[in-house]
DNA sequence: CAAGCTAGCTAACGCTCGTTCGTGCTGGCA
DNA sequence: TGCCAGCACGAACGAGCGTTAGCTAGCTTG
């Protein structure tokens, strides 16, 4: 049986980290301010993370990782092109709504990663681009689409979603989901759905 | 007639500083390497600014004025809605086109501004977002534009020409212009203009 | 009740940071 | 030609960084 006193694990300390690295960037934050965040000295995190770039790449991997993984889960490919495109921006605007910290951290300090997790994480950022991109290029040989450069759209629909992060609160008068269902309208509207 | 060697300016310096900030980040960033940019000593930018800090300050308030200014220059009070619209989003994705080191840095690090340079700058970041936002929902108002929720469209419509500055560069296949007038047509489709 | 492990603590490390000071070279002007 | 201002420099600063080592209190287990 656990201490009654179980304050101090990984999850908590990453969890600290993620907060924190939302607010004040990777570089400016300090390991001490996790460590006073948790009521605890700073060399006391050592005993439940490797460094604080490890807390980085912790994050960073299970972040990008979770968003193929949702795309692959929601895109059936026997879909039409509308009902893709529309499921794959539903669940990446409601994943930047609802995990915003991990969102902010990805898209600001990814700079700070270190290779080989740089590498890796680039190439998963590809892959997801490259994956819409197809979507939308199909949908416009299918003639449902209407726009003149499909990477275009796809980096603006990206983006869009990403951008959710930047000014979605819970307690605004849009929920998460109301949020995600409007943005893949936009998405749809971009690409010039019939 | 100034020396033959006249390297350092403060021009100078904030354009290395620009450069450095834009690609690892204001936190990210040493004042001993942009002095190594330039070959020249730490100490000696000192010569040519006032610290770290107001290069930061110097950066964000010439942009986030340029963007207001940007924005009444080309929005004509008495066109109509749509041609706001494709006028303000084309100018704004323009810029961040072609000055994407200024973007970068004002969207990334504009949290480690100290007061009173944060409240200035989000006064005058609202007052763009407020403008853009009016311009919308005269168009709701005036029947051009169709468009559930004017806010969330005018955040995306935004956010969409920030995350310009992100992947452009100059020796793509699309020139800034090409990008910013896709961008404006992706503009008056997110408002459902008729 | 004794042994051993867990985990937070103090202290200290080597390093880098942004910034200041005082010196001395240098180029422009009287 | 001699003076002066400007400016790059070496040296050094105090502070803060991420991280490690070693101690010890207290809980778990036999």
Redesign the pocket.
């Known amino acids: ?3 009654v006193r179980a ?2 694990t990984p999850d908590v300390v990453l969890d600290a980290a993620l907060t924190l690295f939302a607010a004040r960037g990777y570089h400016g ?5 996790i460590a006073t965040t948790l009521g ?5 995190l ?3 993370m490797g ?3 490890e807390l980085l790449r912790t994050i960073v991997d299970g972040t990008t990782a979770g968003v193929l993984a949702d795309f692959h889960a929601v895109v059936d490919p026997a879909d039409r092109p509308a009902d893709q495109l529309r499921r794959a921006t539903r669940t990446y605007a409601c994943r930047h709504a609802t995990r915003r910290r991990e969102a902010l951290v990805v898209n600001r300090d990814t700079t700070s990663l270190e290779e080989p997790a740089f590498g890796e994480m680039q190439a998963r950022r590809r892959e997801h681009e490259h994956a819409l991109r197809a979507v939308i290029t199909r949908g416009v040989a299918a003639g449902e689409f209407r726009v003149g450069a499909p990477a275009l759209a796809s980096f603006a629909i990206r983006e869009l979603c990403v951008s959710i992060a930047r000014w979605f609160t819970d307690d605004g008068e849009l929920s998460a989901d109301a949020v995600a269902d409007q943005y893949s309208r936009f998405a749809l509207r971009i690409v010039g759905s019939t």
Not at 29 to 33: F, I, M, R, Y
Not at 40 to 44: E, F, G, I, L
């Open positions: 049986m656990r201490s304050t101090l934050t300090a390991v001490s301010e605890v000295r700073t060399p006391s050592y005993n439940h460094s604080k770039h």
